[in-house]
C-alpha cells in the first residue's frame, strides 16, 4: 500500500506528463534517450563496416552500454508512473 504522498505524486506526474507540454516533453525524453533504438552504436558501426566490407570492427563498450540502458530506462520509470497515477484515479473514482 502506497502513502497518500507517494498517491499524489503519481497522480500528480500523470497529469503533468498528460498536458500538452508534458507529452512534448515526454516525446523529446524519448528521442533522446535512445527508446526507439534496438542496436547498439557500435553494432550499427560494424553492419556499415560488413556492407562495405571493409574489416574495422568495434566491440561494444559495456559502460557505454550500461550508461545508454540507464538512460532508457527513466523514460520507462516515467511511463510507469503515468500507468500508475492513472490506475490511482480510476481507483479513487470507483470508491
Same mark, same amino acid.
Do not use: C, W
Given at each position: 500500500?502506497?502513502?497518500?504522498?507517494?498517491?499524489?505524486?503519481?497522480?500528480? =506526474?500523470?497529469?503533468?506528463?498528460?498536458?500538452?507540454?508534458?507529452?512534448? &516533453?515526454?516525446?523529446?525524453?524519448?528521442? &533522446?534517450?535512445?527508446?526507439?533504438? =534496438?542496436?547498439?552504436?557500435?553494432?550499427?558501426?560494424?553492419?556499415?563496416?560488413?556492407?562495405?566490407?571493409?574489416?574495422?570492427?568495434?566491440?561494444?563498450?559495456?559502460?557505454?552500454?550500461?550508461?545508454?540502458?540507464?538512460?532508457?530506462?527513466?523514460?520507462?520509470?516515467?511511463?510507469?508512473?503515468?500507468?500508475?497515477? =492513472?490506475?490511482?484515479?480510476?481507483?479513487?473514482?470507483?470508491?
Amino acid at each position: 500500500m502506497l502513502s497518500d504522498i507517494e498517491n499524489g505524486f503519481m497522480v500528480d =506526474t500523470k497529469n503533468l506528463f498528460e498536458s500538452e507540454k508534458g507529452a512534448r &516533453v515526454l516525446e523529446y525524453l524519448k528521442k &533522446v534517450l535512445g527508446v526507439e533504438q =534496438t542496436l547498439e552504436p557500435e553494432e550499427v558501426y560494424n553492419k556499415e563496416m560488413e556492407a562495405s566490407e571493409r574489416p574495422e570492427r568495434l566491440s561494444i563498450d559495456p559502460y557505454a552500454m550500461a550508461k545508454r540502458q540507464g538512460m532508457r530506462s527513466a523514460y520507462f520509470k516515467i511511463v510507469a508512473l503515468i500507468q500508475q497515477g =492513472t490506475r490511482i484515479m480510476e481507483k479513487e473514482s470507483n470508491e
